[in-house]
């Protein structure tokens, strides 16, 4: 049988079911149908420690606004008709239909597609990964050809092994090895990709990176929270911090802004008893009509609409 098409005919979610069933397969994520008359498939199976599912669904938008506490996972995923774009930290990728994506599931994201879709994932627990991989997370966002030799191996016995298991046809002994065996497939993926190979000043910047975002997470608040400030604080150079982030096709002043929209979301939706001006200062904007214009423009609704919206749920 092919499952895909399976999927297509059975369980149809409208949007609340298709809310929860996405939290019980994978984890807490805010789900958006791009039209009102959504739905979607969803069809999961366990492959010894590795979540295998198949996901159809109508044009979709997935968020994590905020890190996990407990869960420690890894997706991998690939779509079967059209593409899905990402954006995670500084990066943001398409994956287009029969390639790759590596996800950090614990990390804030954005992931979606624009089309109807149909996706094979697997869930997969970051101390698994890292027996395959040495730091999966220095390749999150990250894509790869699923179309051609070991990718297309890959690829193919993610559809083939997954379609197997979700109809049943494969036993314990079974399901172990094969756990194995797609890790270690996605793992010469990995290291033949001519992309992950850093160089020990590639590394440097990764590191001098993570300390400046996190830096700049932890004062969200300050108004002078500026390159000059940021780059004393972390002991380097303003040009340095200026390439940096040039490195990131970005610059310092759009990824404060871009932190601040994504701090003020999460404070609208989580604590809606606050006043809208409270979150936007203690976000640090000074300018409430100029947050909104920014606001609406990045998240196609009002600050109030949002705040009001998670109030009565």
Not at 17 to 26: A, E, F, G, K, S
Not at 150 to 155: A, D, E, F, R
Not at 232 to 260: E, K, M, N, P, W
Not at 291 to 301: A, V
């Amino acid at each position: 049988m092919n499952t895909a098409a399976h999927v297509k005919q059975s369980l149809i979610y409208d949007r609340s079911q298709w809310q929860q069933r996405v939290r019980d397969v994978y984890f807490n994520l805010d789900v958006t149908f791009r039209s009102a008359t959504g739905s979607g498939r969803l069809l999961d199976q366990k492959l010894g420690d590795i979540n295998v599912s198949c996901l159809h669904s109508s044009a979709m938008q997935y968020q994590r606004l905020k890190p996990a506490q407990h869960e420690s996972y890894f997706l991998i995923t690939l779509p079967l008709q059209n593409r899905i774009r990402m954006q995670q930290g500084h990066k943001d990728v398409y994956c287009e239909r029969g390639q790759v994506l590596l996800q950090h599931a614990n990390e804030p994201y954005v992931f979606e597609y624009n089309h109807e879709n149909t996706l094979w994932v697997m869930k997969v627990p970051s101390k698994l990964l890292k027996q395959h991989i040495a730091h999966p997370e220095n390749h999150t966002a990250r894509v790869f050809d699923g179309n051609t030799g070991i990718g297309k191996l890959l690829s193919s016995n993610m559809v083939v092994l997954g379609q197997e298991l979700l109809n049943g046809h494969l036993d314990s002994q079974q399901t172990a090895y094969y756990n194995d065996f797609l890790l270690q497939l996605f793992a010469q993926v990995v290291k033949q990709d001519a992309g992950v190979h850093l160089s020990d000043e590639q590394t440097i910047r990764q590191a001098q990176v993570l300390k400046i975002q996190n830096f700049i997470a932890a004062n969200l608040s300050l108004n002078e929270l500026n390159p000059q400030y940021v780059a004393a604080a972390c002991g380097i150079s303003v040009r340095y911090l200026h390439s940096l982030f040039q490195g990131l096709d970005s610059t310092f002043s759009r990824y404060v802004q871009q932190q601040r929209l994504q701090a003020a979301y999460q404070c609208l939706q989580q604590q809606p008893e606050r006043s809208v001006s409270d979150i936007v200062y203690s976000c640090g904007f000074n300018d409430q009509s100029h947050f909104t214009r920014l606001f609406k423009l990045t998240y196609q609704t009002t600050p109030l609409a949002l705040k009001n919206g998670s109030k009565t749920r």
